[in-house]
């Protein structure tokens, strides 16, 4: 096929949550009209593993290990033809035993890794279960975040086109240094020979942070066929999510019951990701510098979950943290018969609670008392509208619900791409 010939990919998708592909019939894909290719885990090539923010490997096994998982890829001489043959792909499955919903796993939860972009997962400051046990004033409650998928307007469409072993990638993406490498490991050539070109990205907020499966796919089918090829992902399954998000947030007063001068502050939170991630939701960074106390306690847990990807997302970890947070001081200051804003003001830091840094700026404050005093009927007596508390959206999830009601072949999901130029 000409090289400068376009051609349009089409991702079948996994319609059981966890288990192993039984069979797998792509005849009458293949010859449905203008299909030139059908890319199972019989055919793919070999390709470089990693965690997904260092290769994105497709289509290399039976194995299916979370739901929309790519497991076909119907390559034709238009959209609507490979479309239309997806959906003439047979697949049977034999189900697994899946791991799905947060509150399940969260006594196998562990410690996750620090890294690079990781930070330490714990920190503790002072002794937060003694002063904690010695408040007058206490509060400790539980919030739960539910799963959310990237759904931006703007699709994820990639165009592929090889030059001998040189790839040039027409796709949407925030992060092309990284993303150079993780295709370049994937496909298994090197980094030099990989051009990323994104000079639009649309809706990204972390959706479009890393390679997705409409780059790989694009690419692999593009080489065999010696052709230009395009391709679009699917948001809901094939893009990463905000993993699921449980959060304990204990946090104390001392003194007298009007004090409102916090003496401990605790926050646990337990997240989940796909087995082979090592990511985890930092939502309890922020309570780390937020509020003055001279006691401390912030910790993260990572559960295993047989879900999609979970990674960046709108403001990852201080979405979901900051919600929580914000809802437990709302709750204390009720507790104390409080202003909102004035226990606010009461525990705020003159410098970094854990590094003893100064800052350099912070009008956190004067942003509070400019809100209050827009507040129509603003008052000093503690009440939901006169909340503090700056948490409309929140972030991950637990189980993908789908997952467990979704049976038989599976749902081919996409849609047309546009030619990046």
Known sequence: MPNDTLTYGFIVEAAIGKGRIKTLDTTLAEQAPGVVLVLTHRNAPDQGTGNHREARPMLTGPEV???G???????AESFEAARSAAHLVRVTYDRGEGKFALNQSIADARTPQAGKEQPQP????????VAFAAAP???????????????????HASLAQWDGDKLTLHTANQMLTQSQKAVATTLKIPPENVRLVSPYIGGGFGGKLWVNADAILAAIAARQLGAAGQDRADPAADVPCH???????????????SDGYLVAIGHDVVSGNLTTEPGYEGAA????????????????RLAALDVPVASS???????VGLMALECAMDELAEKLALDPVELRRRNEPTEDPEKHIPYSSR???????EGANGSAGASATPSPRRSATAAGWSGSASPRARAAIHSGRPRPRCCSGRTAS
């Open 65 to 67: 290990t979370y739901f």
């Open 69 to 75: 998982q790519p497991i076909a890829f119907v390559v």
């Open 122 to 129: 714990d920190s503790a400051i002072g002794d937060f279960n």
């Open 137 to 155: 004033v206490q509060l400790d409650v539980t919030y739960t975040t539910p799963l959310q998928s990237h759904a931006m307007m703007e699709p």
């Open 243 to 257: 993993d699921a998000s449980l959060g304990h947030h204990p946090a104390r007063a001392s003194g007298r019951r």
């Open 285 to 300: 960074l922020q309570t780390r510098t937020l509020y003055a106390g001279p006691n401390r306690l912030t910790r993260h």
């Open 313 to 319: 997302m709108r403001a990852p970890g201080e979405a």
């Open 363 to 369: 009008h956190l404050i004067e942003c509070l008392d």
